[in-house]
C-alpha cells in the first residue's frame, strides 16, 4: 500500500520528531552526504512514519528497522533512477585510455551520420 505525503498527526509528529536523529545516522553510516541526499531519505523517514501508524501489523517490527529500510530503499531507487538518465559529456573530455584523444578528435566527415530527414505532405 503507497501512502501520499500529508500532514503529520500529533501523534506522527511526535514519532517523527523523536527518531529524526535516525535520518543523520543514516546518511553517515552510509557515507551519503547531507546536502545531496537529505531530501531522498527524510520523504521515505515520513512515509515511514505514516505507514507505522497506519499499519498496526508493522507493530511486530522495530520503528528503526523500518525507517533503516526505507531510507535505504530510496537511496536505492535514486540511485537506479540516476544511471537511467542521459548522461552528457563535453566534446573537449579525453576518451578514457586514449592518450588524451578527445570526443571533438574524433568528429570528422567520413564519420558523421546523417539521416535525411522526409517530409510528409499532405
Known amino acids: 500500500m503507497q501512502l501520499q505525503l500529508s500532514p503529520l498527526s500529533p501523534a506522527e509528529q511526535a514519532v517523527a ?5 535516525m535520518i543523520s545516522r543514516f546518511l553517515a553510516a552510509n557515507r551519503l552526504p547531507a546536502d545531496d541526499w537529505w531530501d531522498v531519505v527524510v520523504f ?3 512515509l515511514t512514519v505514516k505507514n507505522w501508524f497506519s499499519r ?5 517490527y522495530e520503528f528503526s528497522t523500518l525507517a533503516w529500510q526505507g531510507m535505504r530503499s530510496a537511496v536505492d531507487n ?3 533512477k540516476q544511471n537511467r538518465r542521459i548522461q ?12 588524451g584523444l578527445t ?3 574524433m568528429v570528422t566527415e567520413d564519420n558523421l551520420d546523417y539521416t535525411p530527414i522526409r517530409r510528409c505532405d499532405k
Do not use: F
Open 103 to 105: 570526443w571533438a578528435d
Open 78 to 80: 535514486e540511485r537506479r
Open 88 to 99: 552528457t559529456i563535453s566534446l573537449d573530455e579525453v576518451i578514457p585510455g586514449t592518450e
Open 44 to 46: 521515505r523517514y515520513l
Open 17 to 21: 520528531a523523536q527518531n529524526a536523529y
Open 56 to 60: 498496526p501489523e508493522l507493530y511486530k
